[in-house]
């Protein structure tokens, strides 16, 4: 099996449905499945897909954190002032109280990753075409 379709079957957490409660903060198609529904447990966690060229809007965790544990694809991580990372399975990024940052596929590939996620979520700006386009051609050499 490529790499594509292992994410895009979900391998190893199920894809899950199409992210529509989210969609308006995303360009392109993501796929959202919820793996724990404790209502005890604070933070969610939850696996995201995005099709290739699909990344979520800016955003910042507020009075809390996330962590991304990439299992999928490959994709792209961005905070804001800083250059993209190119992301990979088994690379974990840490995101801490009031950073802005952006994540998600790189144009040519399916990408997952297990988001654990504490605090409240500001939904920012898109990710401009140009700038998205540009984080794609930097990690190139990365790989």
């Not at 699909?54 to 910042?60: D, F, M, T, V």
């Not at 996620?117 to 500001?122: I, L, M, Q, S």
């Amino acid at each position: 099996m490529t790499k594509n379709e292992a994410v895009k079957q979900g391998v190893i957490f199920p894809r899950g449905p199409e992210n529509t409660d989210y969609a308006q903060y995303f360009t392109g198609q993501s796929y959202l499945q919820g793996l724990v529904s404790d209502p005890e447990v604070t933070v969610g966690v939850g696996n995201v897909t995005f099709e290739p060229g699909c990344r979520n809007n800016w955003h910042i965790h507020h009075d809390g954190f996330q962590i991304l544990l990439v299992t999928g694809g490959e994709g792209l991580y961005q905070e804001a002032g800083k250059p993209a990372q190119l992301l990979k399975p088994g690379d974990v990024v840490v995101t801490h109280d009031g950073v802005k940052h952006w994540h998600g596929a790189t144009a040519s590939s399916w990408f997952s990753h297990v988001a654990i996620t504490a605090g409240t979520p500001e939904w920012l700006e898109a990710v401009d075409d140009d700038d998205y386009r540009s984080a794609n051609n930097t990690t190139k050499g990365a790989e």
